[in-house]
């Protein structure tokens, strides 16, 4: 990479980070190529991203964000994956650790809190931000049909004893 190329990444790492939610540091040294695309892929079906970076680089680009006091993790191969969404890059990279020992979580951060590596498995286990918008949206939909079953009822039984007698005066 030449200097240009390399203020270039730094300045695009950086507006990136700024916008993110949370990071997670990871030791990849001894994952194929294959197991790279693979955590890349779910990674970003999760809506996350993974960098791999010389990480004198990615040190650059977290000054001026509020996840600068994450550079000391920055040793050895390591690589970031972030997202908007405070759980969703977390809970892609810890199953991936699940399945692949070589992959080691170092830590990370959810804005200005520091993460170490159990901080990180715990946030992996928390249900995403959609999950959470779906469980709301039902618990508000389940009183509402409560309520219509409830004020229903009563005209419901009303027909139906309009109905007895309707067939009562018929038969009569």
Do not use: C, W
């Not at 050895?76 to 699940?98: R, W």
């Not at 901080?119 to 039902?138: H, I, N």
């Not at 027909?159 to 005066?169: E, H, L, P």
């Amino acid at each position: 990479m030449e200097r240009a190329e390399k203020h270039e990444f730094v300045t695009a790492l950086n507006s990136e980070l700024g916008d993110t939610g949370v990071v997670v540091v990871a030791h990849y040294a001894g994952l194929s190529v294959s197991q790279m695309t693979s955590l890349r892929s779910s990674v970003r079906d999760a809506g996350g991203s993974v960098k791999v970076a010389k990480n004198r680089l990615v040190k650059l680009a977290l000054q001026g964000t509020e996840l600068e006091h994450i550079s000391d993790l920055f040793q050895g191969p390591t690589l970031i994956a972030y997202s908007e969404d405070p759980v969703a890059a977390p809970k892609a990279v810890a199953d991936f650790a699940k399945a692949n020992d070589k992959l080691v979580i170092l830590g990370g951060a959810l804005g200005s809190t520091n993460l170490n590596p159990d901080g990180v498995k715990s946030l992996a286990t928390m249900p995403s931000l959609d999950e959470l918008r779906a469980k709301l949206v039902g618990m508000i939909q389940t009183p509402a049909s409560r309520i219509a079953q409830v004020v229903n009822a009563p005209a419901g039984q009303l027909a139906r004893v309009f109905g007895a007698y309707a067939k009562k005066d018929e038969a009569a």
